[in-house]
């Protein structure tokens, strides 16, 4: 009988490690976006484009003339799901003419910020990726900083490769 209770505590304790281990871990990061001058690109064609630029911006198909904030966190597990919220956000107006290259389709009143897992090396990352501008009623604001607390959810059990178990060689039949 001692034997048995034995076992069910270990088993019960490694549940409880196991399942304290899983646990999402909050991140909270403040992010500062440094607004430089419009940039000018040339197009395959000669063309000259103004674009609205900060450092370290990127560009992405939905709205290619917007730049775009991309990080990437190392997270513990491979998360199927974030949820966010944001705080302490501080804007400034754009100029007239710098407002004028915003797309007419780009109408957002909040930050939407992008969340996804990617695994690289054997390490799990969260990719964000958002575009820093918003309106507040019809004036265009410029994001300059603001607080994200991810809350990361629903965890992806790990694949390990396990090889090809049908291949032609591992039956010994190409004889």
Do not use: C
């Not at 990061?29 to 440094?34: A, D, L, Q, R, S």
């Not at 501080?90 to 407002?99: I, M, N, R």
């Not at 004028?100 to 690289?120: D, E, F, K, M």
């Amino acid at each position: 009988m001692k034997q048995k209770s034995w076992v069910l505590s270990l088993f019960f304790m490694s549940f409880l490690l196991f399942s304290f281990d899983n646990q999402a871990q909050n991140i909270n990061k403040t992010y500062t976006i440094e607004w430089e001058n419009p940039q000018i690109n040339i197009n395959e064609d000669g063309s000259e484009v103004k674009l609205l630029y900060f450092k370290e911006a990127f560009y992405e198909n939905e709205f290619p003339s917007l730049p775009v904030y991309v990080d990437k966190i190392l997270v513990p597990a491979n998360y199927n799901e974030y949820q966010y919220v944001i705080t302490d956000l501080t804007t400034e107006p754009f100029s007239s003419e710098d407002a004028a290259l915003i797309p007419s389709g780009y109408r957002y009143n909040n930050i939407s910020v992008q969340i996804s897992t990617a695994a690289s090396k054997n390490q799990n990352f969260a990719l964000i990726h958002f575009i820093p501008i918003i309106y507040t009623g019809n004036k265009a604001q410029k994001v300059t900083s603001f607080k994200i607390e991810i809350t990361p959810s629903s965890v992806t059990p790990d694949k390990k490769y396990k090889g090809v178990s049908n291949s032609v060689l591992s039956s010994n039949s190409l004889r």
